[in-house]
């Protein structure tokens, strides 16, 4: 998308950086239960680490990261065999554990387990491209059917009380049609379900104009894990999704950013803050109460706020007369709340809720062979090289350091006289972005 359907004066772009941001990156195992189309990250039994290991990793970023929360990723986290443990260990270094689980292996008691230990949320992975691990009932099942999934899941979380729930979905081509129903869907269920992410579909495929290179080593691009043989679409951008939504809600208004290495006009984080209750939008959070929350939240915590409680998530009635002078995006839906109440007064006992909607969009490929990443990546992880060095790398291109040790670089093929594509024969230096 060469310009900017959103203007970027009307955004705030989000202040995480490398050194200092509201998430960090967690892979305690690789091992999972299921095996989804699109996964960036290799499925490996028996790679449990060792919890010492794990808890070397929080010092590690502790010791380069001003962070708000730990993301417990993998791989399945819930297959780690000291879960309860690890998410006790980083509620006591004073920072948010969020389990990032496909929820399959979810029960009552160990999420009581969990809750005690300090379990701050869980961000579910669920969409209609997941392996057969969740048994006969969700195979062939659309986005749609899978709300049944995605609703047991919220309402055995706000059952156990005081627990963040939040969704993703990978977004590819064929799916981006289902995007403003989920967004209802959630909208539906504003009390339970404080955030829905959609991540956009990446991955290499044979038209790609690119030859793959780690250092000076030329890889075959479909020896690579995140690839596939038949012509998938992956271009889709956060401008795309936002336009599909507002076929839905024409009001939809986005907020907040990351931008991209390469590009500012590429949203790479697109966060959107609606507030409601359960059968009524009344209007988004502007760019300044994102900047407020989280100048005031860095001021007096001295990190980047990410995930909120659903405690202070359902004061979107205080949010709303607390802030209407400073923000338009509210000051507009306190208008529409005013207007709603009117008509009936008795709608005042009706809590009013924020929610988020998210877009992620991975890595982009520049004509010129760079590649486009998430500028202040949240999902930063640990990695330790041959050499010994530690360091923090892009979570969904640790694959590629884990299996060739560095990250790869695009080079442009070259034309022949017919305008047909060659291999390269030589390296192009292209800066290397750690």
């Known amino acids: ?55 070397h990793e929080l010092d590690f970023y502790q010791s380069q990261r001003k962070t708000d929360c730990i993301s417990i990723a993998g791989g399945e986290p819930l297959l780690y065999p000291h879960i309860v443990e690890l998410v006790a260990e980083i509620k006591s270094r004073g920072l948010k554990p969020i389990v990032n689980t496909n929820g399959a292996l979810l029960t009552k008691e160990l999420l009581h387990e969990l ?44 059952a156990e009380g005081g627990i963040a729930c939040s969704f993703n979905a990978t977004v590819y081509e064929d799916t981006l049609r289902y995007v403003p129903d989920l967004v209802e869907w959630a909208h539906k269920h504003i009390d339970i379900v404080n955030t829905m992410v959609f991540i956009l579909f990446r991955y290499i495929t044979p038209s790609l104009p690119f030859d793959f290179y780690a250092g ?6 479909d020896d690579i894990l995140y690839h596939s ?26 907020a907040a950013y ?35 929350t989280e100048s005031f939240y860095h001021l007096f915590k001295d990190r980047y706020l990410s995930y909120v409680s659903p405690g ?27 207007k709603y109440v009117a008509v009936n007064p008795l709608r005042m006992l009706k809590k009013v809720h924020l929610q988020s909607i998210m877009i992620i969009q991975p890595v982009d490929f520049m004509p010129n062979g760079d590649q486009s990443m998430c500028d ?59």
């Not at 230990?117 to 195979?139: C, L, N, Y």
């Not at 990351?258 to 959070?285: I, Q, S």
Request: net charge neutral.
């Open 1 to 55: 998308m060469e310009q900017p359907f959103i203007p970027l004066d009307t955004l705030y772009r989000l202040p995480w950086t490398l050194p200092d941001n509201g998430i960090t990156w967690l892979e305690p195992t690789y091992h999972c239960n299921l095996h989804c189309f699109g996964c960036y990250r290799r499925n490996i039994k028996d790679s449990d680490k060792p919890f010492e290991d794990v808890k």
């Open 115 to 158: 809750k005690k230990a300090g379990v701050f949320g869980f961000t579910f992975h669920i969409d209609s491209k997941q392996g057969k691990g969740r048994g006969p009932k969700w195979e062939g099942k659309d986005e749609l059917e899978l709300n049944e999934l995605r609703l047991e899941l919220a309402e055995m979380v706000a």
């Open 216 to 221: 000076d080593k030329k890889i075959q691009w």
């Open 229 to 254: 043989e038949d012509e998938i679409p992956t271009d889709l951008m956060a401008p795309d999704v936002v336009n599909e939504i507002r076929k839905k809600y024409p009001d939809f208004a986005p």
């Open 258 to 292: 990351l931008n991209g290495t390469e590009r500012a006009d590429h949203y790479k984080w697109l966060l959107t803050e609606r507030l409601g209750t359960k059968d009524k939008v009344f209007g988004y959070a502007g760019k300044k109460l994102l900047e407020m």
């Open 312 to 338: 202070t998530l359902n004061l979107g009635r205080t949010t709303m007369f607390g802030t209407w002078f400073l923000d338009k995006g509210i000051k507009n839906a306190l208008k529409n709340y005013l």
């Open 376 to 434: 202040g990546c949240p999902d930063a992880t640990y990695w330790k090289d041959e050499n010994g060095r530690e360091r923090l790398v892009w979570s969904c291109r640790l694959e590629e350091q884990m299996q060739y040790g560095d990250f790869l670089r695009t080079v442009p093929k070259k034309k022949d006289k017919n305008n047909g594509e060659v291999e390269t024969e030589i390296i192009i230096n292209l800066d290397k972005k750690e």
